[in-house]
């Protein structure tokens, strides 16, 4: 079985690895498709250097194995069910998970190959194990719309978090692909109206095709979009925690979804927070409930036109460089690979 193991900047290769047993609770998944997140754009371009080391935890794929005390239960994957898989270790020991919190698990995450190089997925590969609690069937959706399932899953989790409910006005920081993603999953869940903000000019116009009720420079964001209930900020840049304060109704929440620099740190009045009953909700990662909601979403199509216009480009797994290289080096939505 062939895994893409990254060994440097802009070095990666495909190593061969022994096929994985199946244990009694598992399921053996053939990968079909596998999204590029940060993660792996930073370990390609060397912005993140910690080699050798296999990438790769958007997958999806055909369920081609089934463990033994699994196998025929009503709702579990079988063999031939296109899946979306979950590869977060969820100890459901540890503090965060045993109040329902897995997405924090505290337990150490990533794997190993069988010659030790560290595994964060090791999704650009030709198959994955995983517990069959975390494959998810997506019925007959295309595996390009199920390869979205951990991305979508997050988004799920971020408008959970952020108690979105239909007639909110929404407005989203960063029109990205997370940004994309958090305005089909709120339209769909009944927005009165979703707003973009981003710098990008193309990425507004996209958006607007994409049906965001308005678009805005930060600036001009309160002006043009007006007050909002829920503000999501998918692009931690310095400013954006202070833009999305600033578009809040009162009784809004803030969700602060993508990563800012770590350094980072800004002055918020607790008087404001205190007498407009503001919400800063963080949101980061996703639990099973996310993961049951992205399937769902995924397999009832309601997303297909969405998710298939966030697809840049599919590779096969060796073009897996190529793919890479393209990721990192040009404004994309998803780049997948696999499964050719
Ligand atoms: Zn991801
Ligand atoms: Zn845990």
């Not at 081609?64 to 196998?71: L, N």
């Not at 799920?156 to 990205?176: F, K, N, Q, T």
């Not at 600033?246 to 993508?258: A, P």
Request: aromatic share 4%; glycine share 12%; proline share 5%.
């Amino acid at each position: 079985m062939k895994v893409a193991v990254v060994t440097a900047p802009e070095a990666v290769e495909l190593r061969e690895e022994p096929s994985p047993k199946v244990a009694p609770d598992e399921v053996f998944v053939e990968v079909g498709a596998c999204g590029l997140c940060t993660m792996e754009r930073r370990l390609f371009t060397g912005e993140k250097r910690f080699y050798p080391v296999a990438p790769g935890h958007e997958v999806a794929g055909r369920v081609a194995e089934v463990g033994s005390a699994v196998a025929d239960l009503p709702g579990s994957p079988r063999v031939g069910d296109t899946v979306t898989v979950d590869l977060l270790t969820r100890c459901g020991t540890c503090s965060a998970c045993r109040r329902g919190r897995s997405a924090l698990c505290k337990r150490p995450q990533g794997g190993a190959l069988s010659d030790g190089t560290v595994s964060f997925g090791a999704g650009l590969s030709e198959g994955v194990v995983v517990k069959a609690t975390q494959a998810y069937p997506t019925g007959t959706a295309p595996i390009e719309h199920a390869a979205m399932g951990e991305p979508v899953a997050c988004v799920a989790h971020s408008l959970r978090l952020g108690g979105l409910r239909a007639g909110d006005r929404v407005a989203v920081i960063g029109a990205g692909y997370m940004g994309r993603l958090h305005l089909a999953l709120a339209r769909h869940a009944g927005a009165a109206s979703v707003g973009l903000i981003d710098v990008s000019a193309d990425r507004l116009a996209e958006a607007r095709g994409a049906g965001a009720a308005w678009t805005a420079v930060p600036d001009e964001a309160l002006a043009l979009g007006g007050k909002q209930d829920l503000v999501f900020v998918t692009a931690g840049a310095p400013g954006a925690l202070e833009t999305a304060v600033s578009l809040c109704d009162d009784g809004g929440t803030v969700v602060l979804y993508g990563a800012f620099p770590k350094e980072l740190s800004v002055g918020v009045s607790p008087d404001a927070i205190h007498h407009h009953e503001l919400s800063i909700v963080g949101a980061y990662s996703h639990e099973p409930e996310d993961w049951r909601t992205a399937a769902a979403l995924i397999a009832s199509g309601a997303l297909a036109a969405d998710l298939d216009a966030l697809v840049t480009a599919r590779f096969g797994l060796a073009e897996v460089a190529e793919a890479l290289k393209l990721a990192s080096t040009t404004p994309v939505y998803r780049v997948l690979v696999g499964g050719r």
